[in-house]
């Protein structure tokens, strides 16, 4: 193989397959000779390790479990909104436009006011919070790209020690394979024990943290502003979306709407109003969802030539 030279630092050059030794790296290659021990990075010594944490601050999911699908996810609505409150800003808001006459500031039913044409604009003063736990890194890297308002707290990984065995979730199209599934779990046994090795050689978590696998569980706080959260669940609560991220949306619609009733015609997947499919992936729609309306012949956007169109 042609060695190539790129600059990726000042005053650094990496060759591409240098000094790869198939027998103690499996045939991969490596951006620096196997012999070069010298730092070339940044820094920092004083991160959390072993020797100044000594295991205490250990993460409540190390507890050996593997999960299967969305068996034990816990989805809590921590902070939710007044109705009183609710309200009276729609009162507010919906006359606002005619300069607030009394005759309109006295409707009652907030459900008027979700019909008006500001509504979602007021939506955002309405804050609901939730506490995710039990999802893996892989549905946690997808939860949190809803940007526009909202914020989220997550369990950090290079903060606490993940444990001897931390929890696991595991897909179930891999659990109903049972060969696939004792490779997956044999790999998993020889991720952690490696991830402990790093620890007790004094690594720090955050460097140490690299070897764990996405399928890791852990915690997360979601807050959205009411229209926040009722536009992410249009287009996350689709079936075609990972399987995770539909169930923990999906339960969050649910929450909110036992809370208040009246959500529940607006709480719906962007399909579920126009009675078309509006996914817009590549993939074939018929064979994963139930509602009728999903056909191919019925989809407001469709990408051709995709492979998924034969």
Known sequence: M???TITMAPNRGIEFG???EPVTLHG???SRSIIDTTWHGTRNLNSRRLTQDHKRTRSPSDNGMVQVGEDMIEVVLIKDFNDDEFAELSKWVQSAGSGAPPELMAIKDPNEFLEGGLAMQSLDDFVVV??????SRVCTHQLVRTRKGAAYKQQSQQDTWQGDMPEFRMPESVWVNPVLRAEWISCLI???RVYNLAIDADVQYKDARYILPEGTTNFIICEYPLKTFIEMYAYRACVMFQSELV????EMGRLLVESHPYLEPHIKISCEKIHKCTFQGPERVE???EFPWAREDN???RQRKSGFDK
């Open 299 to 301: 989809r407001t956007y």
């Open 130 to 135: 939730f506490a995710v736990r039990g999802v």
């Open 18 to 20: 240098a000094d790869v």
């Open 28 to 30: 991969r290659q490596t």
């Open 190 to 192: 020889e991720c952690h």
């Open 247 to 250: 169930w923990v949306t999906r």
């Open 287 to 289: 064979e994963t969802c």
């Open 2 to 4: 042609e060695k190539q």
